[in-house]
């Protein structure tokens, strides 16, 4: 069955150095990847989507590394800063169907003054 | 973008009862998604509401449990029948704009005794 698996289940990180979270998927090739915030008691907030064809999207300070072979993306907070820390979700999707989206459970990250 | 409002925000029921979530756009859509995200665990689908017909259910999912009105572009309802404490959950409804980007609402707690 398809499987979404996201690095440990909390990163704690110091201030101003680079946070990276790691998704890995089997059994699925998806057409894209998206990553989204969760912050506590609200709903998850889309950051980036970066397709199959991607190698490598940017967006501030945020980069996402997409690796089909790998089946593999890689998420990079740089100059990372307190009011970062949230749970970060990775989801898969198909262009088939806009609802086959399979979310990631997550990793916490938090980010120290 | 899109802004998506949830009523009611939380609540706590008793085992037995059922309870309708409502869900609001503020731009027409064609699908809206239900969502159901147990504590520390991933987004897993419900359903799709479409407007004008039934709605999609996904497996695990039943309409006799979960029945979903969807009467117009902008809103649609989810209702949680026969409740028991294994509901107990954060149900969340978005929407798809564009390029896959997906918009959640701020969620409902349900909270089963």
């Known amino acids: 069955s398809q499987k979404i698996e996201q690095n440990s289940e909390a990163l704690n990180i110091q201030e101003g150095k680079t946070a990276t979270l790691t998704c890995n998927y089997t059994?699925?090739?998806?057409?894209?990847l998206q990553w989204y915030r969760q912050d506590p008691g609200r709903g998850p907030v889309f950051l980036l989507l970066i397709r199959e064809n991607e190698k490598e999207k940017r967006k501030e300070r945020l980069k996402v590394t997409f690796d089909t072979t790998l089946k593999q993306s890689l998420f990079h907070i740089t100059a990372s800063q307190p009011a970062d820390s949230a749970t970060y979700l990775c989801?898969?999707?198909?262009?088939?169907?806009?609802?086959?989206?399979?979310f990631g459970s997550g990793t916490r990250l938090s980010i120290r003054p | 973008s899109a802004v998506i409002s949830q009523k009611p925000s939380r609540d706590i029921c008793q085992r037995g009862t059922s309870l309708t979530i409502q869900c609001q756009v503020d731009?027409?859509?064609?699908?809206m998604f239900w969502y159901r995200q147990q504590p520390g665990q991933s987004l897993t689908l419900i359903a799709t509401a479409n407007q004008g017909s039934e709605a999609t259910y996904e497996s695990g999912f039943v309409i006799d449990k979960f029945p979903i009105s969807r009467p117009n572009l902008t809103f649609s309802t989810l209702t949680v029948s026969n409740m028991s404490p294994e509901d107990s959950s954060i149900y969340l409804c978005s929407v798809v704009i564009s390029a896959h980007e997906q918009f959640f609402g701020p969620g409902t707690r349900l909270t089963v005794l």
């Open positions: 989801a898969l999707g198909s262009y088939s169907s806009a609802s086959k989206i399979i």
């Open positions: 731009s027409q859509v064609t699908m």
């Open positions: 059994n699925y090739s998806p057409a894209y």
